[in-house]
């Protein structure tokens, strides 16, 4: 079947965050511009035309969807008595935080990265300890040492870890992985794995979930997923995580259910189900024109924005500029990029203080819209090499 990736669907005044300011192109939040899997909109449709709306349980199909998915794409075996539905990533992240420290505890972040693993730790009373990834030369690699010295603080129960990293666009390898996980597993600290944008891995590289490294390791983490960013159906507010440990599964279940945060409404629950199970050729096509608009975009810097460095894209559809080369912190770039031509993409400062000098672009859009972006980044660009 063939998916028109290129079709222009007007966003504005459809209440949509991305598409908030008028005349703005925007290029910014996590989420894309194209139409879901068409077999989940039909079943939305049908699940509109029955007109009853009343409250819903979340049916074994749900789960069974979720375990297939995962065992099919990844390689890995989840019971369905594991897995938690919630209503997105980051209020089930909240909830770990909230059920497995106490105030005062500390927990690692790796900048640069998604910026609400800082607002999360903040709301938690805890204390944020930064892991910087090292940076050279256009690629990102994890600090163990620095990652050592920091986990032995007993004061330190959690790492909040990004599979794959975003806004870096990296895969981490398995060695890497288990790595992380030895030093974790040594020093006590959990691994919260956000695994959000493990589907969207380019040909070359592959997933590990964290949870398949081994018992030890599963039994040491909890896995955070959904199909929203992999489906666009972040607006439909469905997610889920799972884990082996019961013990931390039970903790994180009960505040959750603390804060009335375990009822699914019955167009996520659908809307997951179908996107599993009929939604895989349709992601395949979208992978490719994924990669093919950072190419685009890889090209066009090559020609035309030389100071500007593209980190080379593995997964996500969200590609970081290196502007280190520009002279000037990443907000005043967006700044000047938003008053005059009305582009609209992330500062990296927004990231942690070490993805300052950088930029966050989100290609996830027809291919007309990722042009016209790059031509008014390549006129702002030009104006701040005049000074």
């Not at 105030?103 to 609400?116: L, S, T």
């Not at 800082?118 to 994890?142: A, M, P, R, W």
């Not at 019961?246 to 945060?261: A, H």
């Not at 927004?350 to 390549?378: M, V």
Request: proline share 5%; net charge negative.
């Amino acid at each position: 079947m063939e998916y028109n990736f290129d079709e222009l669907i007007d966003r504005t005044n459809t209440g949509s965050v991305k598409w908030s300011k008028p005349d703005v192109l925007p290029m910014w939040v996590a989420d894309m511009d194209f139409k879901t899997v068409p077999e989940v909109t039909q079943a939305l449709v049908n699940r509109a035309s029955h007109g009853v709306f009343g409250y819903s349980e979340t049916p074994i199909s749900f789960y069974d969807a979720i375990r297939n998915w995962w065992k099919k794409r990844h390689t890995l075996q989840v019971e369905n008595d594991w897995i938690v539905a919630t209503p997105g990533v980051m209020p089930a992240l909240a909830a770990a935080v909230e059920a497995l420290t106490s105030e005062g505890d500390k927990i690692i972040v790796q900048p640069p990265v998604y910026n609400h693993f800082f607002i999360t730790v903040k709301q938690s009373h805890c204390e944020i300890v930064e892991n910087n990834l090292l940076y050279d030369n256009g690629n990102y690699q994890i600090d163990f040492e620095d990652l050592e010295t920091k986990a032995a603080d007993p004061a330190v129960k959690l790492l909040l870890f990004s599979n794959p990293h975003n806004p870096a666009g990296r895969v981490w390898t398995k060695e890497e992985l288990q790595r992380l996980g030895e030093i974790c597993i040594r020093h006590n600290v959990i691994v919260l794995s956000d695994e959000i944008h493990s589907d969207l891995v380019y040909d070359d590289f592959k997933h590990v979930p964290f949870a398949s490294l081994g018992e030890i390791y599963a039994q040491n983490s909890l896995t955070f997923s959904s199909p929203s960013k992999t489906f666009n159906l972040a607006g439909l507010q469905v997610a889920y995580f799972f884990t082996e440990n019961e013990s931390f599964r039970g903790m994180v279940k009960e505040i959750l259910t603390k804060w009335e945060m375990t009822m699914l409404n019955i167009f996520a629950i659908d809307s997951l189900i179908v996107a599993y199970e009929k939604g895989e050729q349709w992601l395949e096509s979208l992978k490719k024109y994924l990669y093919e608009n950072y190419q685009y975009l890889r090209d066009f810097c090559q020609a035309k924005l030389p100071q500007l460095s593209v980190i080379p894209l593995q997964s996500t559809y969200l590609v970081w500029l290196d502007c280190t080369s520009l002279g000037m912190p990443s907000s005043t770039i967006t700044d000047r990029l938003l008053e005059h031509e009305q582009l609209w993409l992330n500062p990296g400062i927004k990231f942690g203080q070490a993805g300052d000098q950088f930029l966050r672009i989100n290609i996830a859009c027809p291919r007309a819209l990722l042009e016209e972006g790059l031509k008014r980044l390549e006129k702002e660009y030009k104006r701040i090499l005049r000074g």
